[in-house]
């Protein structure tokens, strides 16, 4: 089938390159000219793994080419939306000028029975919104929520665990639901989850599960808070209740708390959608799930700031990760970013490595020291904080750590480290929620 996507952004990109490893004929289309030559010529622009490979598979295969022009579109059955909707400055919703101006680009290129498939988050009732004119086109939307997890975008896009179309009523939902089958026909055949519903609920499917990941995050982060002052193990706790199957075990990670480009700023654009809506008072406490997931940042800061006391002033602290979560260069609403930011403010003298993210975090915060050496990240630490769990950090032997770092605290943002063994090599380990 010929594909279009358009927006070659971290979704784009990835759902481009996997629609022509799947054998689909693809042209992905931006307005970024850098960004399209660098995809054109197999790079991504971004790190997630596996992309770079399907990337330049697909592109040698002849079924995958980037354009900067909408007219590329053209002739195209299928055609994905999958720009960015970020939020709005000095508000909690969505910025919708993207969508917007794609789909009014797109409507020119449409052909009677062309399909438009929203696959970007947007706030429930914008899909209602833009059938109209593209409806009026000859062409059909619908809407196909993405539901990516950062370092795992290619497998989730081959091999998705569920497939949800928002359709219309009547035949041209039908015809919508077999183009998106012929789409998506190795996930059909290996009877992938799929629900067939309208434009209301699959844009609400997607912020209603972030709300519901975020929302448990701050659960056992809220508990760490409590386990903090009366001496209780958090993650003692989270694997007691994890065992219950109603509840299960995933997501009950106490830590500094949840980041990047979809979670922080999806829950605040439903909240404010809620309150367009006049019903606000229905998601009043994804607010409170945004202030936990805050207020431990702040909890990884005061732990540093209390174990150097007088002598935080210019002391060396060591921050490992920079990304909001390892297997990704996002620091969008970075958690990890933030810390350091902080940290940096209270005049500390901050070193962060991470294996990916030192340019992304860089280009947004100059300010702070970086390396990509860990052992001159470590030499002369007073305080050691870890903040994205890469594998490289979590498996540091913490007496080759005493060698180097002239402090032995190592304070735990991610509570991922043996604490016996940190302790036994006689450091002092501090976690969130932990004794």
């Keep these: 089938m010929k594909i279009s996507v358009i927006g070659c952004g971290y979704l784009g990109a990835v759902h481009a390159s996997a629609m022509a490893e799947l054998g ?20 991504a622009p971004f790190f997630e793994p596996g992309l770079p490979e399907t990337l330049r598979s697909a592109i040698d295969s002849g079924r995958l080419r980037f354009s900067t022009d909408i007219a590329d579109a053209a002739g195209s059955r299928v055609h994905f939306i999958a720009v960015g909707t970020p939020q709005q400055p000095g508000s ?16 020119p290129q449409l052909a009677a029975g062309d399909l438009v498939v929203g696959k970007s988050t947007v706030p429930v009732g914008t899909a209602a919104r833009l059938a109209e004119p593209i409806e009026a086109s000859g062409a059909t939307l619908a809407w196909n929520p993405e539901f990516l997890r950062e370092g795992f975008a290619v497998q989730d896009t081959v091999r998705p665990d569920r497939l949800v179309y928002g359709v219309p009523s009547g035949e041209a939902g039908e015809r919508a639901v077999n183009l998106l089958n012929e789409v998506y026909a190795s996930a059909v055949v290996a009877r992938t989850p799929l629900v067939v519903t309208d434009y209301a609920t699959a844009e609400l499917v997607k912020v209603a599960a972030n709300a519901f990941l975020a929302t448990k995050i701050s659960f056992i982060n809220a508990m760490a808070e409590i386990a903090e002052v009366t001496g209780a193990d958090v993650t003692q706790l989270a694997d007691a209740i994890g065992f219950d199957s109603r509840i299960g075990r995933k997501f009950l990670n106490a830590g500094v708390g949840f980041g990047g480009g979809c979670l922080p700023k999806d829950i605040r654009a439903f909240t404010a959608r809620a309150e367009e809506l006049g019903r606000g008072d229905s998601v009043t406490f994804l607010k409170e799930v945004d202030s936990i997931n805050l207020r431990r940042r702040q909890r990884v ?28 260069d996002d620091v969008r609403d970075s958690p990890a970013l933030d810390v350091a930011v902080r940290l940096h403010g209270l005049g500390a003298d901050v070193v962060a490595i991470d294996p990916e993210a030192v340019e992304n975090a860089r280009a947004r915060h100059p300010q702070l020291g970086y390396s990509t050496d860990l052992e001159q990240t ?40 043996d604490a016996t063994g940190w302790r036994d090599a006689g450091w002092t380990y501090l976690g969130l929620g932990r004794p």
Excluded: C
């Excluded at 909690?92 to 409507?107: F, H, K, P």
């Excluded at 904080?385 to 943002?413: N, S, Y």
């Design 24 to 43: 689909h004929e693809v042209v992905g289309i931006d307005t970024d000219a850098p960004k399209v030559a660098m995809l054109a010529s197999g790079r």
């Design 92 to 107: 909690n919703a969505a910025d919708l000028r993207y969508v917007e101006a794609a789909v009014q680009s797109l409507l």
């Design 301 to 328: 800061v005061d732990l540093a700031v209390t174990a150097l006391g007088d002598r935080l002033h210019g002391a060396k602290v060591a921050v490992l990760g920079l990304s909001f979560k390892p297997h990704s």
């Design 378 to 417: 470590l030499r002369d630490a007073d305080v050691v904080v870890l903040v994205t769990e890469w594998p490289q950090f979590r498996e540091i032997d913490p007496v080759w750590a005493a060698t180097l770092a002239r402090g032995r605290t190592i304070i735990d943002g991610r509570n991922t480290l």
